[in-house]
């Protein structure tokens, strides 16, 4: 990783690979902003294999690297884009095996959802 005043690059060989949060994935995050937890990261899903049925509580936004999958009904290809909203659901299954680039605008992992309150959507309940 790279930062040269106000950009980021992030060198192919400086990426870290583990093991993804399914079986037979792999993801490598890229960036990570602090204050919100949005979060850009790769993933492969090796040939043959599947992201079970799951939602997104916030926006995931997708591009497809490489290879080919399945969403749902839908056959995405490489150079494809998607863009999925709250709490809109979806598996993945590809035969070819695939990579996303994927930012998510929000961490579940590092930060909770605070309800608004029904009154003024400006403060939390």
């Known amino acids: ?17 583990e093991y993804g949060m399914y079986p037979d994935t792999e993801m490598t995050y890229l960036w990570e902003e602090e204050g919100t937890g949005r979060v850009v990261f790769l993933v492969k899903v090796a040939p043959g294999c599947s992201i079970p049925f799951h939602n997104h509580p916030r926006r995931e936004v997708a591009f497809l690297v490489e290879g080919e999958c399945r ?42 959802l605070v309800p608004i309150a029904a009154g003024n959507p400006a403060e939390p309940a």
Do not use: P, S
Not at 1 to 17: A, N, P
């Open 1 to 17: 990783m790279t930062e040269t005043g106000k950009h980021l690059i992030v060198r192919q060989e400086d990426m870290k690979w």
């Open 71 to 112: 969403l749902n009904d839908d056959v995405m290809r490489a150079g494809d884009f998607l863009t999925a909203v709250a709490d809109e659901a979806h598996d993945v299954y590809t035969e070819t095996g695939c990579t996303f680039f994927i930012f998510i605008d929000y961490n579940l992992n590092k930060h909770q």
